[in-house]
């Protein structure tokens, strides 16, 4: 699985060993400077799957009431609004695959980098240091896909963050990690 654009130096769908281990991305080139980038990793497909399946069946009651509605009490040329939701679903479709696609995150040695956005990139940056609570959510929906979310409270509101979709064990293994860094380096403060 591949997040990102080309430009990006970052892999994703990294194993937890190598995170683990610290290892960065090669050097571009055999003259190429090595360069400190993180090691990102993509989110699971099975938060696209759940989130495709959401938009299907929500703008498919919609198409069918789109249908019927006009068809029984009005002019059946009416019908035709139905095409305006199945246009909402292709659109759809699409933005949540490249949306999907945005969601990254990395462990570095001082720092959790989140990564989202299509057309306004957002990157945050939390520190282990000032972590107050790791919290791993997963709703009914959540649970029957397989998937948790990972959230990240801080002592500033602004710099919460939240990784969703993850499989279970690697939210958990994820918030056992952050908890045993932030407990390392706030001892320090």
């Given at each position: 699985m591949e997040t990102g654009s080309p430009d990006d130096a970052g892999t994703a769908g990294t194993t937890g060993t190598a995170r683990a281990a610290g290892r960065r991305a090669a050097p571009a080139g055999p003259s190429a400077a090595p360069r400190d980038e993180p090691v990102w990793t993509g989110l699971p497909p099975g938060l696209l799957h759940l989130r495709r399946l959401l938009l299907v069946v929500w703008l498919g009651l919609l198409t069918v009431a789109a249908v019927?509605?006009?068809a029984?009490?009005?002019d059946p040329l009416w019908a035709a609004l139905a095409l305006l939701p199945l246009a909402l679903t292709a659109w759809g479709w699409v933005m949540l695959g490249r949306n999907w696609r945005s969601w990254r995150y990395a462990e570095r040695a001082d720092d959790l980098?989140?990564?989202?956005?299509?057309?306004?990139?957002?990157?945050t940056v939390v520190p282990y240091g000032r972590m107050q609570l790791v919290e791993v959510t997963s709703g009914?929906?959540?649970?029957?896909?397989g998937l948790a979310s990972v959230q990240l409270h801080t002592a500033a509101?602004?710099?919460?963050?939240?990784i969703p979709g993850l499989d279970p064990a690697e939210a958990e293994r994820l918030r056992d990690r952050l908890t045993e860094l932030g407990e390392a380096r706030s001892a320090g403060l």
């Open positions: 019927v509605l006009p029984l009490f009005l980098l989140i990564s989202r956005g299509v057309l306004w990139r957002e990157e009914p929906v959540e649970r029957h896909f509101a602004a710099t919460d963050a939240t």
